[in-house]
């Protein structure tokens, strides 16, 4: 049960980056006016990295509480290592999203570019992560 959980809430936090990139984002520049489409994609990427951060945060719970040892430290395997700075780096992406979500930014200034270049980078090695350690558990079935 405890691998079914873990694989299901790698799935969920793939096809939750992946969904939100390839059919949300278009969909609302293709429908939305300017003003709406902005305004939709800031809560909507707001929303989508509280998701991710709290997928994680139930991933490492059912490892903390289901397969860690008695005395067990939960930053003394790799793998719970890189999911806890997955969750700072969601942690910053979100506060990143709320800053360029209240911030009357240009599309075409330098800080917008890198917080949003940041952003994305949060968001593919979150996915990356979460695709190798699910391909790697069905691998080692």
Known sequence: MVEIAL???LAAMI???WLSVMVVAPAARNSLDNQSQGFYL???FFRLNLYIIL???GYLAIIYFFQLGQYELI???N???IFLSLLGGNFINLFIGIFLNHEKNDDKTGSFRFFHSVSI???TATSFVAL???IEKFLEV
């Open 7 to 9: 694989h299901t809430i």
């Open 15 to 17: 096809g939750g980056i």
């Open 42 to 44: 800031k809560s909507f």
């Open 55 to 57: 997928l994680i945060v």
């Open 75 to 77: 930053w003394s395997s």
């Open 79 to 81: 793998k719970n290592l």
């Open 121 to 123: 980078l949060i968001l």
């Open 132 to 134: 190798y350690y699910l």
